[in-house]
């Protein structure tokens, strides 16, 4: 069974920087691509990031490019998304994804299978 566990979600004045983490277990981390989405209140889910099997390569959302970088460490089966210069419109619940078969970057919710439970990020302006 897929399991993803994020952590690292909190509260951050704007221009601050905080990274979150997702744990995957269940399935052999390194052949899968790995996203991060986020969604706020009233709001759809919106991609955020994605990053290929193996050590591939990555997307970023226009909206977080510059200031955002998903990464995974494959020995550790964890996913990371290093968010800097944080502003109050990134207030979201975060989450992690993933999907067996998977491999390359897709920007479509529909794509991912299995989804962590959350975390929270609040930025005060």
């Known amino acids: 069974q897929v399991q993803l566990v994020e952590s690292g979600g909190g509260l951050v004045q704007a221009g601050g920087s905080l990274r979150l983490s997702c744990v995957v277990s269940?399935?052999?981390?390194?052949?899968?691509?790995m996203a991060w989405f986020r969604q706020a209140p009233e709001k759809e889910r919106e991609f955020v990031a994605s990053?290929?099997?193996?050590?591939?390569?990555?997307y970023h959302a226009p909206s977080v490019k510059g200031r955002f970088t998903i990464s995974r460490d494959n020995d550790k089966n964890t996913v990371y998304l290093q968010m800097n210069s944080l502003k109050s419109e990134d207030t979201a619940v975060y989450y992690c994804?993933?999907?067996?078969?998977?491999?390359?970057?897709?920007?479509?919710?529909?794509?991912?299978?299995?989804w962590g439970q959350g975390t929270q990020v609040t930025v005060s302006s």
């Open positions: 269940g399935h052999t981390f390194s052949y899968y691509a």
């Open positions: 990053i290929a099997r193996g050590s591939g390569s990555a």
């Open positions: 994804a993933t999907a067996p078969g998977l491999v390359g970057i897709s920007t479509s919710a529909h794509d991912y299978d299995y």
